[in-house]
């Protein structure tokens, strides 16, 4: 069952995706903060990280920089949205 870390401060959203992808049989964690994130994926790497742009502690971006650093091999996914506009997806 693949694992998805979801990192998101607005619990709201974060319930949806948990709900989600929980009814489609993957298995969900969910923290708030990114450095927490990025302990998490240290000790129990996540299949799939779903990653809030703005968190509290350090930024989405950071963030990512930071797990793109201790996992260079991970294939890396970017999907972009802002209201009103179109899902925008980019591949590293």
Known sequence: MPHIL????????ADTLI????????????VTLGGVALERQRLRPADLVILD??????SGFE???QL???SAHWQTSF????PGGCLE???H
Do not use: N
């Not at 979801?6 to 959203?13: G, H, S």
């Not at 709900?19 to 969910?30: F, I, K, P, R």
């Not at 742009?53 to 350090?58: R, T, V, Y």
């Not at 999907?79 to 802002?82: D, I, K, L």
């Open 6 to 13: 979801i990192v998101e401060d607005e619990a709201a959203i």
């Open 19 to 30: 709900y989600a992808l929980q009814a489609d049989g993957h298995s969900t964690e969910w």
């Open 53 to 58: 742009i703005g968190l509290p502690d350090i």
């Open 63 to 65: 963030t990512c920089r």
């Open 68 to 70: 793109r650093r201790f």
């Open 79 to 82: 999907f972009c949205h802002q």
């Open 89 to 91: 997806t980019v591949r």
